[in-house]
Structure formats: structure tokens, C-alpha cells
């Protein structure tokens, strides 16, 4: 009984009006965690976090400027390309350094990583578990590709020294970001149950909103990934029509999310909500398109060179990412569908505002 008596009072004091009012931050971007109260655990895990991405941002920087440096004009592709012709030689239509796979492959890199920072802070200081795993599956994603990149095209001189550094880094920190963050995600929820009370059905539902919120930022960052891929080589696997309508998608990706999440779902808006369910099919559509695009031309990205320097090089592995994330995206979309309904569904029901109100109302027991 007095372990009971004792749990009691912690409960009681942890979750107290005196404690709920140091515990959250209300700021103009809505109700966030009080850094100050910050454990050492989320303190660390925010430092692993942090000297990770940028560690393994600033060295695919560098393997950009390494790869830049490596032959880019006609005269050097050409002499490359001596005694080479009978074999059919190099394709020197694309001479530039910007046509190398690796080029490629590093700004996705860089664009996933963007949004893996996002799934990490925002998620800590909303304590958003869904966003959260995110971030841990983004770990584990960059964790594949750079090890498989490695094992592929480990590169020479100083395109290896770098590669190597950041297969270092990134083995030496993933799994330290995934530890860390197992942990911190196991011990999230006291700021979700101040904003939203004990009701179960009612948290219930907030966790169902927080997780549509985050499937919508996951399908822009899959379509800035995909648009990265399909621009491979300068374009030249697009079509004009397809250069034209493409980044016309990403552009109606990223303001449909910015209006779903920041207008739609906070406020509530239940009849307009009703235009997201055909706008973004739109992207599932490209999706479906693009995996039969890459189907029916696969043989040109396999056969095609990917930079004149390196005509053993093609775009196979650009080609397989690219149905590869087409696939996840359309796989995904009844799951973006099916909590979008919930969440709609869910309108009216006392969430409207929360965690992005001046004022939080606290626990309402």
C-alpha cells in the first residue's frame, strides 16, 4: 500500500496545474515542450541527433566538391574515350559532373536528411512518437544506401577517403540514434495528455491526427525524392510534357500539405477537407505513371552511361530507387486515405486547435 501511496503522489505531482504550466512552452508556432525541463536522456539524444546529421551532411558536401573536381568538359571525356569507340564508345552528350550517379544520389541524400531533422526536433519537442519512428526509419534507410553505395562504387583517391568516412559515421551513429531514440520514444506522451486530457477516446483520436500530419510531410519528402531521380542526367529521361507537369506535382504536393496541415486540420475546415481526398491522388497517379515509365524505358537506364568518364557506369541502381519509392508511395496513399477519413471523421469532436492555441488548456480530468 505504500508503494501504491507513493506511485500516487508522484502521478499526482508530475501532472499537477504547477507542473503542467512549467512543462509546455506556448509559442506562435503552437504548444511545444519546455527545453529546460529537458532530461539528460533527451538532452543527449538531441546532441546524438544534431552532431550526426550534421556530420553526415557536411561530408556529402564534400563528396559533392570531390565530385565536381573530377573531369567535366568535352576534351577530357574525349581522351577518355580513345580507343574505346568499336565498343561503342562514351556517350559525351552529357559531359557534365552533375550527370554522375553519385551526384545524384548525394542530393537525395541531402534532401532526406533535411527531413529526417524535422521528424527528429519536431518530434521531441512535440513529443510526436509517429514522427519519431520516422526519423528512426530514416536512420535506417541512410544507413543502407550509404553502405550499399560504398560496397558498389567505393570510387578512388579522394571520393573513397570520403565515402569511407561517411559509411564511418554513419555506422558508428545509427545505431546510437536508434537506441537513444527507442528510449525517448517509450517515455513520450505527458505533453499530449496535458493538451488533450485523459479521455481515452479523445487521445485516441489526437494521435490519429498527429500521425496524418506526418504521413503528409513523408509523401512530400517522397516526391522531392522522386522528382530528384527522374531530373537524373540532366533531364534526359523526361519527356517535355513530363519536365513541365512534374515539378508542377511537387509544387501541388508541398502547398496541399502546407494548406492540410496548417489550415485544414487545425481549424477544422470539415467541408473544405473534402477537396484534399482528389488533390492528392494526383501525386498516386504520377506514382503509377512513373512505375510503368520506368518499366517500359529500363533498358535506357541500364544502357546509358552516367557520366563520360565512367562508361562501365549506367543508371540501374537510379532506375530501381526510383520504382523502388514510386512503389512505396503508392503503397502508402490507402494509409494516408484511410487516417485522413479518421481524421476528418474526428472533426468537431474537441481537437480543434490543440497544440496550436495561445494557451494550452491543461489536464481536464
Known amino acids: 500500500s505504500c508503494v501504491l501511496q507513493s506511485l500516487m503522489e508522484v502521478s499526482k505531482n508530475m501532472y499537477s496545474p504547477l507542473s503542467s504550466a512549467k512543462y509546455v512552452w506556448n509559442t506562435p508556432f503552437g504548444t511545444i515542450r519546455n527545453v529546460s525541463l529537458f532530461t539528460w536522456l533527451e538532452w543527449t539524444y538531441m546532441a546524438v541527433v544534431i552532431l550526426s546529421i550534421l556530420a553526415v551532411f557536411s561530408l556529402s558536401i564534400k563528396s559533392l566538391v570531390v565530385i565536381s573536381e573530377g573531369p567535366t568538359n568535352a576534351s577530357a571525356c574525349a581522351s577518355s574515350c580513345v580507343n574505346d569507340v568499336l565498343q561503342g564508345g562514351c556517350d559525351k552528350s552529357c559531359d557534365s559532373w552533375t550527370c554522375k550517379e553519385d551526384f545524384i544520389f548525394a542530393v537525395l541524400l541531402l534532401i532526406n536528411l533535411v527531413f529526417?531533422?524535422?521528424?527528429?526536433?519536431?518530434?521531441?519537442?512535440?513529443?510526436?512518437?509517429?514522427?519519431?519512428?520516422?526519423?528512426?526509419?530514416?536512420?535506417?534507410?541512410?544507413?543502407?544506401?550509404?553502405?550499399?553505395?560504398?560496397?558498389?562504387?567505393?570510387g578512388t583517391g579522394s571520393t573513397y577517403i570520403f565515402k569511407l568516412l561517411r559509411l564511418v559515421a554513419v555506422g558508428f551513429t545509427a545505431p546510437l540514434n536508434i537506441f537513444l531514440g527507442l528510449i525517448v520514444w517509450r517515455r513520450m506522451g505527458k505533453l499530449n495528455f496535458l493538451m488533450v486530457g485523459c479521455i481515452d477516446s479523445l487521445m485516441k483520436?489526437?494521435?490519429?491526427?498527429?500521425?496524418?500530419?506526418?504521413?503528409?510531410?513523408?509523401?512530400?519528402?517522397?516526391?522531392?525524392?522522386?522528382?530528384?531521380?527522374?531530373?537524373?542526367?540532366?533531364?534526359?529521361?523526361?519527356?517535355?510534357?513530363?519536365?513541365?507537369?512534374?515539378?508542377?506535382?511537387?509544387?501541388?504536393?508541398?502547398?496541399?500539405?502546407?494548406?492540410?496541415?496548417?489550415?485544414?486540420?487545425?481549424?477544422?475546415?470539415?467541408?473544405?477537407?473534402?477537396?484534399?481526398y482528389p488533390f492528392s491522388t494526383i501525386t498516386t497517379i504520377y506514382y503509377l505513371y512513373k512505375i510503368i515509365n520506368v518499366a517500359i524505358e529500363f533498358h535506357d537506364y541500364k544502357s546509358t552511361p552516367d557520366h563520360c568518364s565512367t562508361p562501365e557506369g549506367n543508371y540501374l541502381a537510379v532506375a530501381a530507387v526510383l520504382l523502388l519509392a514510386c512503389i512505396l508511395g503508392i503503397l502508402a496513399y490507402p494509409a494516408i486515405i484511410t487516417v485522413a477519413c479518421i481524421t476528418h471523421h474526428n472533426f468537431g469532436k474537441g481537437l480543434k486547435n490543440i497544440g496550436g492555441k495561445k494557451e494550452v488548456p491543461l489536464v481536464r480530468c
Open 205 to 276: 483520436a489526437f494521435h490519429i491526427r498527429s500521425s496524418f500530419v506526418t504521413l503528409v510531410v513523408f509523401n512530400v519528402e517522397l516526391m522531392a525524392s522522386i522528382t530528384t531521380l527522374a531530373f537524373a542526367r540532366n533531364s534526359a529521361f523526361l519527356s517535355i510534357a513530363e519536365m513541365v507537369v512534374l515539378p508542377m506535382v511537387l509544387c501541388l504536393t508541398i502547398l496541399l500539405a502546407v494548406f492540410t496541415v496548417l489550415i485544414l486540420v487545425r481549424y477544422e475546415w470539415r467541408k473544405t477537407m473534402f477537396l484534399y
Open 116 to 154: 529526417c531533422s524535422f521528424y527528429a526536433i519536431d518530434g521531441l519537442f512535440r513529443e510526436r512518437g509517429f514522427e519519431t519512428l520516422a526519423y528512426l526509419l530514416g536512420v535506417v534507410a541512410v544507413y543502407l544506401y550509404v553502405g550499399i553505395n560504398f560496397v558498389r562504387n567505393p
